[in-house]
């Protein structure tokens, strides 16, 4: 990568649907560029950015991934993004990364649920976006029927700029709206011919249609449109780039990345039509400071992804916004208030990687082992006068599922592997579930799980087992007990002896756990009634139902008795908690379960599919809204009945819906459920249950 300045720089990010043919369409702009000898194949894994073993074993994009061209003196970093849901996480870094976005169709399935997704993504980063119509040499391809679906999805915005010629086996070139002239390829090179008679009248419709979004994105061609004056090719040009980086016009182009039509013609356009750092100007940081792209000014950096790399280590990526940073040197993270050293800066292409001298406004790049920066952090030069990027935005992930180490030899990497993972992975959380014991991952779906788990075995050398996790219930009381135990052992020597009276109640949900002592005339020495709670917290956490903790209690210690010889602390301990065990035979013992408040956002077509399931998972609907043409559902559904409901919402939606959740209170489980649960918990042990696991 050849150091050149802002105003010769764009940087575009390929998101579409999984399948359209982004990595195929970055591959043949690398060959027509010149940028790779060979032109690969996603089927065959040869492919430059779909380089990850993981990518190769499912022929599909897993991970961002970068490479650069030069064309006409421009630079043009591509950023090739995955396509399925479940690897959003690295589209939203892409586009934190880029000044625009090509979205890219395919020509025989239409506008699918994966582009209006990358579509809304790009719409939050406010970017300018061109559309490139693939695949236009596969059976069943349909440009028209694929425009009008971008037009109805997305607005009288969608402005073609090519239209094809022919389709599926006939699919040869092109007809420029602008220049109007047609292209044909012959031999694998385009060949300028006159416009096919029959396609002649499309041709000026859709001029004409270019005409109009022209004149809407300058006042000036406006006013020539309205009193009938032509427009040069010059003016229509101009006043596309206007209305492209403006977001008032998405110039929509074909062709087939496979046949490599149109990738060239592609290229050209995005030079021409895409906005420079430069030409974007100004960037804001959370408090609102302005930043220009001056190579002499601060520097400034937003990281927008950070991996492990198994050539060289960790390795951090970042777009520069302000100054110009040299290798070997050191930043300091405005985000986690931490130096860090900089060793060699490194231009990046597929897995392969350049040292840099410098880098400056606009240029995307990664450095090696920086032990504390994460995707979002800014990194700045002047400590005193550090400024912060918003952090990125990921998606929540939502589908949870235990996992434990296959050996004790796993077990002593999992933790490790699992803080690496989340480094590099924003989009999964790790957590340790109380009451089950279990480590309880999120993620965003089945697909996302199959790579974690093959990626902390592959990268990280832990080997792990997954299992849908165990609902963390609780127990409680529902009524009031005096209970008295005496606990009184011999064995030769002294004894054991304790003797307790606890007046056990129900407290306000949420309370805890609350201890009191009423003891008067010493009956139970000082020293003891520390012992005394303490046997109570232990037996709480150990449960007495199905072996989950005790929550919302009352203990008041109001009498008992001691032994100068026999009684010890642990005496009092054990006489506390055998009390707590009658309790829940005497005070009406009941189980609680989390219920969570639920989120889900779906197109008003399948609300009535969505509440209805919801009503069937013991659901409670809060609320509905509708905001932006989709229904925004609120409820409350037990946890229980949702540790699969991410895929199965992807189902009944066509992939169309989302949720979020958290953990919204503990309400008392039905009966039946109960007594199931109690019952499994007492089968598990072969005995009266002690733990639940």
């Known amino acids: 990568m050849k150091p050149t300045t802002p105003d010769r720089i764009r940087n575009v990010a390929l998101i579409s649907h999984g399948g359209a043919g982004k990595t195929s369409l970055a591959e043949a702009m690398l060959f027509d560029a010149g940028a790779i000898a060979r032109l690969g194949s996603v089927e065959a894994g040869t492919t430059t950015l779909d380089w990850d073993p993981d990518e190769h074993k499912r022929s599909q994009s897993i991970n961002l991934a970068i490479g650069s061209i030069e064309h006409e003196g421009v630079r043009v970093t591509i950023v090739d993004t995955p396509g399925y849901a479940d690897f959003q996480a690295d589209v939203v870094e892409a586009l934190a990364a880029v000044d625009a976005a090509i979205v890219v169709v395919d020509a025989s399935a239409g506008v699918e649920v994966g582009t209006e997704e990358v579509w ?47 389709s599926a086996g006939t699919f040869c070139g092109y007809v420029d709206v602008i220049e109007e002239h047609a292209n044909v390829y012959e031999s694998g090179k385009p ?12 041709e000026h419709s859709r001029r004409d249609a270019l005409v109009e979004a022209a004149a809407e994105a300058s006042d000036e061609l406006m006013e020539k449109y309205l009193e009938g004056e032509a427009f040069t090719d010059a003016e229509i040009e101009a006043a596309l780039h206007k209305g492209t980086r403006e977001g008032s016009v998405v110039p929509v182009f074909v062709g087939s990345a496979t046949a490599n039509i149109g990738v060239r013609e592609l290229i050209n356009m995005i030079v021409k039509h895409v906005p420079s750092p430069a030409e974007v100007g100004t960037r804001a940081t959370a408090d609102g400071t302005e930043l220009t792209p001056d190579p ?15 050539f060289v280590g960790r390795l951090t990526y970042f777009r520069v916004v302000s100054g110009t940073l040299s290798g070997q040197g050191h930043v300091y993270n405005a985000t ?19 040292t840099l001298a410098k880098v400056g406004p606009g240029d995307i790049a990664a450095v090696a082992k920086l032990t504390s920066t994460h995707a979002g952090d800014t990194l700045v030069s002047d400590q005193a006068g550090a400024v912060e990027f918003a952090p990125l935005a ?71 087992k997954t299992a849908t996790p165990r609902v963390p219930y609780r127990e409680t009381i529902r009524q009031a007990a005096r209970i008295e135990n005496r606990y009184k052992r011999q064995t030769g020597g002294h004894g054991q002896f304790g003797h307790v009276v606890i007046e056990f109640a129900p407290a306000e949900m949420g309370a805890g756990f609350q201890f009191g002592n009423r003891i008067v005339g010493g009956v139970v020495p000082k020293q003891y009634i520390p012992a005394v709670e303490k046997g109570l917290r232990e037996a709480m956490a150990e449960g007495i139902l ?86 925004h559902l609120k409820a409350q559904v037990p946890q229980a009945e949702m540790f699969h409901y991410a ?4 189902s009944i939606t066509q992939g169309r819906g989302r949720f979020s959740w958290k953990v919204d209170h503990y309400a008392e489980v039905p009966t039946t459920i109960a007594d199931r649960v109690v019952a499994e918990a007492a089968s598990h042990n072969g005995h009266s249950p002690e733990r639940g696991h």
């Open 647 to 650: 895929t199965e919402l992807r």
């Open 296 to 310: 002499n000014g601060p520097f400034v950096a937003q990281v927008f992804k950070a991996s492990a790399d198994p």
């Open 120 to 166: 809304r993504l790009a719409d939050e980063r406010g970017l300018p976006r061109m559309i490139f119509i693939n695949k236009m040499d596969r059976e069943n391809a349909n440009y028209d029927a694929t425009l009008e679906q971008l037009k109805a999805r997305f607005g009288p915005k969608i402005a073609p700029v090519y239209l094809p010629i022919g």
């Open 336 to 354: 986690r208030r931490e130096s860090e050293r900089i060793g060699n800066l490194l231009s990046v292409h597929g897995k392969e990687t350049e």
């Open 394 to 464: 990921f998606p929540a992930p939502s589908l949870q599922i235990a996992i434990e180490p296959e050996s004790k030899a796993d077990l002593d990497k999992l933790g490790q592997a699992l803080h690496r993972l989340i480094e590099e992975d924003p989009s999964v959380e790790i957590r340790r579930e109380e009451g089950t014991g279990e480590t309880v991952l999120t993620a965003m779906g089945d697909a996302h799980v199959d790579v974690i788990v093959d990626r902390l075995k592959r990268k990280f050398g832990a080997s792990v």
């Open 546 to 631: 199905a072996g989950y903790p005790v929550v919302d209690l009352s203990a008041t210690l109001v009498d008992g008795s001691y032994h100068t010889v026999d009684s010890s602390e642990m005496a009092f301990k054990v006489a506390a908690s055998q009390a707590l065990r009658k309790a829940f035979d005497a005070a009406s013992p009941a189980l609680l379960e989390p219920i969570l408040e639920v989120d889900v956002v779906v197109p008003d077509e399948f609300m009535g599919d969505v509440m209805g399931q919801i009503t069937s998972k013991r659901g409670q609907v809060l609320g509905m809204d509708l905001a932006n043409g989709h229904q």
């Open 191 to 202: 060949k300028e011919v006159a416009i096919p008679p029959e396609m002649e009248g499309a």
